[in-house]
């Protein structure tokens, strides 16, 4: 597994893969926001925490469908699918791979960005802890979508109807971290259930994902 996870790693950085890819449309979004919003810095702060989180969840969207579409294309898949190691076990490789490709990078870029957008400062810290909590939950739910349509071609747009449904609890929970940050009031209801919300995706969706690829690779 850990071999899976490494090759995918390699693979991100050498042939683009979403690796970069995601950090930059978060840095865009961020950047632009101020000149399409104006210069309030109070509106800024205000809408921040929600703006970022919304950013990330769309900048997470990005690679999912190359989660396995490579793999299905030059037969990789296949062999995957005959190794001794389990198809949940693939499937958590690959959500970790994506995690580690995407969710890691946004979580740690988005303290620095949140000063373009005046986030207040106590606000950074839970904004990161959010991401960091959060973004594993939209890698999984991302790797359950792409097994979905692993077996369509241009499933991409399929993949984001699929899964944005999905995503609605994690936004709500981790964007509500980082505003009550943000206001000093107490974060930990919100980011408990937000670990919750990341710890029942673990649980329970490589076993859905590796289901939905057994049926594909029928």
Same mark, same amino acid.
């Given at each position: 597994?850990?071999?899976?996870?490494?090759?995918? /790693?390699?693979?991100?950085?050498?042939?683009?893969?979403?690796?970069?890819?995601?950090?930059?449309?978060?840095?865009?979004?961020?950047?632009?926001?101020?000149?399409?919003?104006? #210069?309030?810095?109070?509106?800024?702060?205000?809408?921040?925490? %929600?703006?970022?989180?919304?950013?990330?969840?769309?900048?997470? !969207?990005?690679?999912?469908?190359?989660?396995?579409?490579?793999?299905?294309?030059?037969?990789?898949?296949?062999?995957?699918?005959?190794?001794?190691?389990?198809?949940?076990?693939?499937?958590?490789?690959?959500?970790?791979?994506?995690?580690?490709?995407?969710?890691?990078?946004?979580?740690?870029?988005?303290?620095?960005?949140?000063?373009?957008?005046?986030?207040?400062?106590?606000?950074?810290?839970?904004?990161?802890?959010?991401?960091?909590? %959060?973004?594993?939950?939209?890698?999984?739910?991302? +790797?359950?979508?792409?097994?979905?349509?692993?077996?369509?071609?241009?499933?991409? !747009?399929?993949?984001?109807?699929?899964?944005?449904?999905?995503?609605? #609890?994690?936004?709500?929970?981790?964007?509500?971290?980082?505003?009550?940050?943000?206001?000093?009031?107490?974060? +930990?209801?919100?980011?408990?259930?937000?670990?919750?919300?990341? /710890?029942?995706?673990?649980?329970?969706?490589?076993?859905?994902?590796?289901?939905?690829?057994?049926?594909?690779?029928?």
């Amino acid at each position: 597994m850990i071999r899976l996870v490494a090759r995918d /790693l390699a693979l991100a950085v050498r042939a683009g893969g979403g690796f970069g890819l995601g950090l930059a449309f978060f840095l865009v979004v961020t950047v632009l926001v101020p000149f399409g919003v104006g #210069p309030d810095t109070a509106r800024l702060g205000a809408i921040a925490p %929600g703006l970022l989180w919304i950013a990330a969840l769309l900048a997470c !969207l990005l690679s999912l469908d190359r989660i396995f579409a490579l793999d299905r294309e030059d037969g990789a898949l296949d062999l995957l699918a005959t190794a001794p190691l389990p198809m949940e076990g693939i499937a958590l490789a690959k959500a970790a791979a994506h995690w580690l490709t995407t969710g890691l990078p946004l979580s740690l870029a988005a303290a620095p960005l949140g000063v373009l957008l005046n986030l207040a400062w106590p606000g950074h810290l839970w904004l990161a802890a959010s991401l960091l909590a %959060g973004t594993p939950a939209l890698s999984l739910i991302g +790797t359950f979508g792409a097994a979905l349509t692993v077996g369509l071609r241009r499933g991409g !747009l399929l993949i984001s109807l699929l899964v944005l449904p999905l995503y609605i #609890p994690t936004l709500v929970f981790g964007a509500d971290v980082a505003r009550r940050g943000a206001e000093g009031l107490d974060p +930990t209801t919100p980011l408990a259930l937000l670990a919750a919300v990341t /710890l029942g995706c673990l649980a329970g969706l490589p076993f859905a994902a590796a289901a939905a690829l057994r049926v594909s690779l029928r």
